[in-house]
């Protein structure tokens, strides 16, 4: 179906707009070659075995500090001691099983699913709408525009947290799932405008104004040509925002009241008894965020195949 | 392009601009407001009242607080930047492509963990009996208090930001044009030398804002210096959240915010004018 809408304006313009669809093809091989004879011709001068080595050496010390703790986690979630160290006791799925008979941890992970997935299709909505308006349009004020829908990341959680409890409460939004969900959207939607605003920028320019020429209304072509060139990127943003709001922790812990989230749970644990709960916790949550994002990577590292196979027909 | 009004324009760029101004920016203008009302029995009252900044401002402990927290910020900054420099110049230059890809996709990893468990998870690393003085009393050495203090502090810090700093160096790395390397190393310039007055000039942009971003992470977080630092010192961070959570001193707390938000505007525009100096010619 989404197919033929996408193949509608460019057959019937066979001229000008395959070349959109070869051309990273034809040039992406060219490229890399120039980019690789180049740095050849960079590298041989210097070149000295032993600060290479050094760099390999240094990227996997880099490489273990970053996965120590991931990895730590992960292992720990199997170990039965009540204080994790080495030697590691016996492999156990206790952690796990205390995990899932703690009603308090189901009711967090139904209102961080809840939260998340709401969150995830209004930032993308949002972000795709800022995107567009960025892509095409050009107004006085642009600038703030932009700063709105981009600094919100920037502010630290804890201020955003404050301020927001501060003026939900206000407002008497605060203390429930929706509260958690607005202030998400606030710092999930920049993600999701900065995704799907890469993929317009691969977009040719002159796709749009060809639909409009050939008799498409804005929201035709909005329908038929723009939505679907942006589908992976539209989801690679909700899945990358819902990851992001899984995560989450700090502005809900201000905002959730009782209503909190699995993050703010684990916030519980680490305020009480030190408690390898924790990792049983942060692995099952871990995969169930790379599962997201290796979700939306295959979306967004597949767009290209896609789309020359949708330009062929 | 047009750019006249019309209904299908604002359908798209309407609604993120509403709700970032309703739950954006409105926010932080309340926190303004707020900054000026009064507490009486434990509830708050709109007023306009400067009690709070002149209680805030008049305490040494909000002083040596902010002190702290720049010091350590700036301090994390810092040795973020240098640590994560030689592994983003090697990802940079001395990987082949595929093996950059993966790298970056290595990379990104850590910002889907949770950074909660990442930090319980160093505390099985530091804590008295955690896994590194286990590993030291193999060799007869410690045990070494590890955990609670500055240095565990600087360990989460680079947790936080390492990453993000390692993407962003790499980032700005990328867009260096190789023949101005070639061309000092064709003019026998070490390889020491092209780094510091090649490589790092160029890079200068993506660097700064680099280091900046793990300054903005690290004086907000709270995570670190509480469940690593122990507390102690205090940050403005552990300050706010007393001050909301157990204190219900709203107003105060919107003080240290307002406070903070401040110099981070202030850190941000001259780290971003260091960025550019001179680029604009």
């Keep these: 179906m989404t197919q033929d809408m996408t193949a509608l304006p460019l057959s ?11 051309a990273p093809t034809a040039k992406a091989p060219a490229a890399a070659k120039a980019r690789k004879t180049a740095s050849h011709g960079a590298h041989d001068l210097n070149r000295n075995r032993g600060v290479d080595a050094a760099l390999w050496v240094y990227i996997l010390l880099a490489y273990a500090f970053v996965f120590a703790p991931i990895a730590a986690s992960f292992i720990f979630s199997f170990n039965s001691d009540r204080f994790p160290s080495i030697p590691l006791g016996e492999i156990s799925l206790d952690w796990y099983r205390a995990v899932a008979t703690d009603p308090l941890v189901w009711e967090g992970l139904r209102n961080t699913l809840f939260v998340g997935v709401i969150t995830g299709v209004v930032s993308t909505l949002l972000g795709f709408g800022a995107a567009y308006t960025d892509y095409r349009y050009k107004f006085a004020g642009k600038q703030v525009y932009l700063a709105l829908a981009l600094l919100p990341p920037t502010i630290p959680v804890i201020i955003m947290g404050l301020a927001m409890l501060a003026y939900l409460s206000r407002v008497n939004l605060s203390g429930n799932a929706l509260s958690v969900i607005i202030s998400h959207v606030v710092v999930c939607a920049p993600f999701a405008m900065a995704i799907t605003r890469l993929r317009l920028s691969q977009m040719d320019p002159a796709l749009e104004p060809a639909a409009w020429n050939l008799g498409a209304s804005e929201w035709q072509t909005m329908r038929h040509v723009i939505i679907p060139f942006c589908k992976p990127a539209i989801f690679g943003a909700l ?6 709001s899984f995560d989450e922790f700090a502005v809900a812990w201000f905002v959730s009241g009782l209503n909190e989230t699995l993050p703010v749970k684990v916030l519980g644990f680490l305020q009480g008894q030190v408690s390898p709960r924790i990792n049983a916790i942060g692995t099952f949550v871990f995969v169930t965020s790379m599962t997201l ?5 295959l979306l967004l590292s597949n767009r290209d195949a896609k789309f020359r196979n949708t330009s062929g027909e | 392009m047009r750019s006249r009004i019309s209904l299908y324009g604002l359908t798209f760029s309407l609604p993120l601009l509403l709700w970032q101004l309703l739950f954006f920016v409105f926010p932080l203008l309340f926190l ?19 009690v709070n900044w002149v209680t805030i401002y008049g305490r040494a402990v909000f002083w040596q607080a902010y002190a702290t927290t720049f ?3 700036a301090l994390a900054a810092l040795l973020t930047s240098a640590l994560a420099f ?6 940079a230059f001395k990987l082949s492509d595929t093996a950059r ?23 099985i690393f530091l804590s008295d009996n955690g896994i590194i003085n286990v590993l030291l009393g193999g060799i007869g050495l410690g045990p070494f208090p590890m955990l609670n203090t500055v240095g565990a502090t600087m360990v989460g810090f680079l947790t936080l930001c390492f990453p993000l700093v390692v993407l962003l160096q790499l980032f700005s790395l990328a867009f260096i044009d190789r023949t101005l390397i070639e061309a000092a190393h064709n003019m026998r310039c070490g390889r020491l030398r092209t780094v510091f007055e090649v490589v790092i000039p160029s890079a200068r942009v993506g660097l700064s804002i680099a280091a900046l971003f793990a300054f903005i992470l690290c004086f907000g977080d709270f995570v670190s210096p509480v469940y690593l630092g122990g507390g102690e010192p205090t940050t403005l961070s552990i300050l706010i959240t007393d001050t909301t959570k157990s204190g219900q001193q709203w107003p105060r707390a919107a003080v240290i915010a307002l406070t903070m938000i401040a110099t981070l505007l202030v850190v941000a525009f001259a780290a971003i004018r260091f960025a550019y100096k001179g680029r604009s010619k």
């Design chain 1, 12 to 22: 019937v313009h066979p001229s000008g707009t395959p070349a959109v669809a070869t």
């Design chain 2, 71 to 73: 010091v350590m910020a």
């Design chain 2, 32 to 50: 303004v407001a707020l900054s000026f009302w009064t507490v009486k029995n434990f509830t708050m009252r709109p007023d306009f009242d400067t």
């Design chain 2, 86 to 91: 030689p592994a983003a110049y090697a990802i």
């Design chain 2, 101 to 123: 890809r993966w790298a970056v996709f290595l990379m990104v990893i850590p910002f889907f963990t949770s950074y909660l468990v990442r930090v319980y998870s160093w505390q």
């Design chain 1, 239 to 244: 899945f990358i925002t819902m990851a992001v």
């Design chain 1, 293 to 297: 994002v290796i979700l939306a990577q």
